[in-house]
């Protein structure tokens, strides 16, 4: 069975920093992408970065420079690094992989993390 499970979450000042893992179980995440998204209260889901098993990485404009996507093979787990963070990052914090099955790609979520950044 799948599993993502992240945590880190918390409420934070602006300007501070907090750093997200998600742990995967139950399939190799060193071949998989890895994707973080976030959710604020009344908004739609939207990507925040994203990294590919052979190292590519993607931001969304928002957070480029301020927030570094990681990932330990190793250990499974991939992480979200954020710094100077503003009251606009609050939001609940997925993460995300995915696997090729039975001809279509199948996605794995996590049960999401609060993140509340006070002004």
């Known amino acids: 069975q799948v599993q993502l499970v992240e945590s880190g979450g918390g409420l934070v000042q602006a300007g501070g920093s907090l750093r997200l893992s998600c742990a995967v179980s139950?399939?190799?995440?060193?071949?998989?992408?890895g994707v973080w998204y976030r959710q604020a209260p009344g908004k739609q889901r939207e990507l925040v970065a994203s990294?590919?098993?052979?190292?590519?990485?993607n931001y969304a404009d928002y957070v480029t420079g301020r927030f570094t996507i990681s990932r330990d093979n190793a250990k499974n787990t991939m992480y979200l690094q954020m710094n100077n963070l503003k009251p606009d990052d609050t939001a609940v914090y997925y993460c995300?992989?995915?696997?090729?099955?039975?001809?279509?790609?199948?996605?794995?979520w996590g049960q999401g993390t609060q993140v509340t950044v006070s002004s």
């Open positions: 990294m590919t098993s052979d190292g590519r990485i």
């Open positions: 139950g399939i190799t995440f060193s071949s998989r992408l």
């Open positions: 995300k992989t995915r696997t090729w099955l039975a001809g279509t790609w199948r996605d794995y």
